[in-house]
């Protein structure tokens, strides 16, 4: 391994630590094991601290709108309160519901892996079944069904 390529290896490496995980340039250089002089002259000649801004900012527009497409799904999967009519909603946006839920939230996650692994064994399962299991899915996740909030 040339020194340029190896070079090359760390300042992605810091650059990744510096924006992504947000890491100090001390502890940058504590982790990577190069001086922080380095790191500091790196984060200056590709514009890190823009880039991180440019991240978060991202992040938490990305945030927000899986928290609005949830809220929407969940308007359509559950009437409001006294509505007598069905949900307006498909099996396949409910999967989606699901599905949002779980990247919003890891122990939702392991929940949905452990339904689909379920659904995959058993096909038999009816449909109301398998929405009881959604249910408990989404009040697991610390979603209340009957509200449409978290």
Same mark, same amino acid.
């Given at each position: 391994? %040339?020194?340029?390529?190896?070079?090359?290896?760390?300042?992605?490496?810091?650059?990744?630590?510096?924006?992504?995980?947000?890491?100090?340039?001390?502890?940058?250089?504590?982790?990577?094991?190069?001086?922080g002089?380095?790191?500091?002259?790196?984060?200056?000649?590709?514009?890190?601290?823009?880039?991180?801004?440019?991240?978060?900012?991202?992040?938490?527009?990305?945030?927000?709108?899986?928290?609005?497409?949830?809220?929407?799904?969940?308007?359509?999967?559950?009437?409001?309160e006294?509505?007598?009519?069905?949900?307006?909603?498909?099996?396949?946006?409910?999967?989606?519901?699901?599905?949002?839920?779980?990247?919003?939230?890891?122990?939702?996650?392991?929940?949905?892996?452990?339904?689909?692994?379920?659904?995959?064994?058993?096909?038999n399962?009816?449909?109301?079944?398998?929405?009881?299991?959604?249910?408990?899915?989404?009040?697991?996740?610390?979603?209340?069904?009957? %509200?449409?909030?978290?």
């Amino acid at each position: 391994m %040339t020194v340029a390529y190896r070079d090359s290896q760390l300042v992605e490496e810091a650059g990744r630590l510096y924006i992504q995980e947000g890491l100090s340039n001390s502890r940058i250089a504590q982790v990577l094991s190069v001086s922080g002089r380095a790191v500091r002259k790196w984060c200056l000649q590709n514009d890190w601290a823009a880039k991180r801004k440019r991240y978060l900012r991202q992040e938490t527009e990305l945030s927000e709108l899986l928290r609005r497409m949830k809220l929407r799904l969940a308007r359509l999967a559950f009437p409001e309160e006294g509505d007598l009519g069905e949900p307006e909603i498909s099996p396949q946006h409910l999967n989606a519901l699901c599905r949002v839920v779980a990247v919003l939230s890891p122990p939702a996650q392991v929940q949905l892996r452990r339904l689909d692994k379920e659904e995959a064994e058993a096909k038999n399962e009816s449909a109301e079944e398998r929405m009881a299991k959604v249910m408990e899915l989404l009040r697991g996740a610390g979603f209340n069904p009957e %509200t449409g909030q978290e």
